[in-house]
């Protein structure tokens, strides 16, 4: 095995856990006394948030963009070499990113293999490989302006499969084991394509994908609202996923991200339907305030976070076979550095986690059945109130992180000495 050629030196990360751990112990000692009151074992806890693993995506490590403006960062990441580095920096501090999830053909690559070790060699593997057939590349022959898998015309539709099934042979090179499929097809203007048989087409399609995926593989489905589309999508909600997924076969599972739903859906319920079908794949992780997909996992509403992992942790407990849902956190950082709201969001997805792991379930689940409202309510909001930065930031340590990795990546210059080395990237507006 490689020797990982991780990007910040171990010594500055053992110092600054050195300065912190007298403190963190007796904060961490704190909240295992008053978690065992609950009769909640907090090294259990550490335990299991310790395997928590979520996939950064490689767009995610450079500075996005609205449909407006891009204000590119000097040092940012412009191919993928560089944010396989700086997704590295994210694990290698926060130490719950292991995967990279690829998005083609944004990074593209001629040889796979090299890739694959590259990753390796910064401690890291790839997760899902997602296609991209919502914008137009200089090189292809068709027009993805009204549609790519949903297209009218059969040959629009083949080339959009084709790259699909380009994306699973490099996927499969990769160690990938998922393709994670979202399309922008749809209709600005009411009459523009027939509702149902824009969805006999998706259906179509997605079958061909289907047939051509490894055994071990699955399928992603990405639902999304609206947007590029803005009058009716094809795949729009949860019901059209799940129709899909249904149709396409058990590899085929449905993919939550949290921005793609109407204001206040409850999410969290949508969890627990997918799980009763069988067809929870997988979530991206966002945040949003109006209707966008963007802000980072955490930084709106928290407790709407830690009530879908209530959710998650109670459908682990009720079906761990086949619980095997790909976590990934979805982002368009416009303002911040990357590394830091990536960390910033993976340290608020695990504490929402960690919430839903204390929670006391034979009280909550005796609450429910007596219709003790108050006492089902509260015991979710003492899960909820446990100040769990402490266990975060120890199990991070225990695994080689930092216990303050924002404050220990600022000090370590890394963008600094990026801007010097790396060219700067492009002002186009977009989401890359
Ligand atoms: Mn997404």
Redesign the pocket.
């Known amino acids: 095995m490689i020797a990982p050629d991780l990007p910040i030196a171990m010594e500055l990360i053992e110092s600054h856990n050195t300065a912190h751990r007298e403190v963190l112990e007796d904060d961490y000692d704190h909240l295992k006394r008053r978690l065992s009151r609950s009769g909640v074992d907090a090294d259990k806890i550490k335990q299991r948030v310790k395997r928590l693993e979520l996939a950064t995506p490689t767009w995610g490590a450079g500075v996005g963009g609205t449909r407006f403006a891009k204000f590119p960062m000097p040092g940012e990441p412009t191919n993928i070499d560089e944010k396989l580095e700086d997704c590295a920096v994210v694990q290698q501090l926060g130490r719950n990113t292991p995967r990279v999830s690829p998005h083609f053909p944004w990074d593209w690559t001629e040889d796979p293999a090299a890739l694959k070790d590259k990753a390796a060699a910064l401690g890291l593997g790839f997760d899902a490989v997602n296609s991209n057939t919502f914008q137009d590349q200089s090189d292809q022959k068709r027009s993805y302006r009204y549609g790519s898998l949903t297209h009218t015309q059969a040959p629009t539709r083949d080339q959009a499969i084709e790259h699909n099934l380009a994306c699973i042979e490099i996927g499969r090179k990769l160690g990938s084991k998922a393709l994670t499929v979202?399309i922008g097809d749809g209709a600005n203007f009411p009459g523009q394509q027939s509702l149902s048989k824009s969805f006999d087409r998706y259906l179509d399609s997605a079958a061909q994908i289907y047939s051509a995926l490894p055994n071990d593989w699955f399928m992603l489905l990405?639902h999304k609202l609206y947007e590029p589309a803005f009058y009716s999508t094809v795949i729009s909600d949860w019901g059209s996923s799940l129709l899909a997924a249904q149709e396409l076969g058990p590899k085929a599972q449905c993919l939550i991200?949290l921005g793609h739903h109407a204001p206040n859906v409850n999410i969290e319920q949508i969890v627990a339907r997918l799980d009763a079908a069988g067809k929870l794949g997988g979530f991206?992780f966002n945040d949003s305030k109006y209707g966008d997909?963007d802000l980072d996992s955490g930084s709106i509403n928290p407790h709407q976070l830690f009530l879908i992992f209530n959710e998650l942790v109670e459908a682990e407990a009720r079906n761990s076979a086949r619980f095997h849902p790909a976590y990934m956190i979805?982002q368009s950082h416009n303002i911040t550095d990357p590394i830091e709201s990536l960390l910033s969001s993976a340290e608020a997805i695990a504490a929402a986690f960690t919430h839903a792991l204390v929670v006391n379930r034979d009280e909550l689940a005796a609450a429910q059945d007596a219709n003790d409202v108050m006492a089902a309510f509260q015991t979710l909001r003492r899960a909820y109130n446990h100040d769990v930065r402490p266990l975060l930031a120890l199990a991070r340590v225990e695994a080689g992180g930092a216990a303050d990795p924002i404050a220990l990546y600022r000090k370590s210059g890394w963008r600094d000495r990026k801007a010097q080395e790396r060219r700067r990237a492009s002002a186009a507006p977009g989401i890359v």
């Open positions: 979202w990405e991200d991206h997909d979805d």
